[in-house]
């Protein structure tokens, strides 16, 4: 089973984490003309598809802001030095050198998002609300990721806010 999260861009969803430990996101608001921006997570801590342990989903928006959607992927970079050991707080994330989620990347896989069992990956949202629109007040931006054999959806509700 593959489970998806919707979080806030502020998270730092890192590859040994799940989808639990992040508080989920279920409004935002955007000034016409605004980008906002959120993260999608996705973990599965089971065998799909028979014995595959890796899969590729298509994204798609339904919703009144879907032609405005744009996705990335967020990829682990490597960091050898987290911190200055000499001078640290107990406000850093983590101090130990690893792989940490930091890079954004257009998709790839002919515009599928890849994942593998028992890592949690991360899908970045973009919704760029032109000024010009007539969408104003609560609407549900619905994103669903399929294969050819499952389908999952999750949304958010996007309050657009007459500037």
Avoid: C
Wanted: without cysteine; negative net charge.
């Amino acid at each position: 089973m593959v489970k998806f999260k919707v979080v806030s861009s502020l998270e730092k969803p890192f590859w040994d984490m799940t989808p639990e430990q992040f508080p989920t996101l279920s409004r935002i608001s955007a000034l016409r003309g605004e980008r906002v921006s959120f993260q999608v997570l996705m973990h599965s801590d089971t065998l799909t598809n028979g014995w595959l342990p890796r899969q590729l989903l298509t994204p798609r928006a339904e919703g009144a802001l879907a032609e405005f959607v744009e996705y990335r992927t967020v990829n682990n970079v490597p960091v050898d030095l987290p911190v200055n050991y000499a001078m640290y707080d107990d406000q850093f994330l983590r101090t130990a050198p690893g792989l940490y989620p930091d890079r954004l990347q257009p998709l790839t896989y002919g515009g599928r998002v890849f994942y593998r069992m028992n890592y949690l990956y991360a899908v970045w949202v973009d919704v760029t609300i032109p000024k010009d629109t007539e969408i104003k007040g609560e609407t549900t931006l619905t994103i669903n990721f399929a294969d050819e054999n499952e389908s999952y959806t999750v949304s958010v509700v996007i309050d657009v806010i007459p500037a």
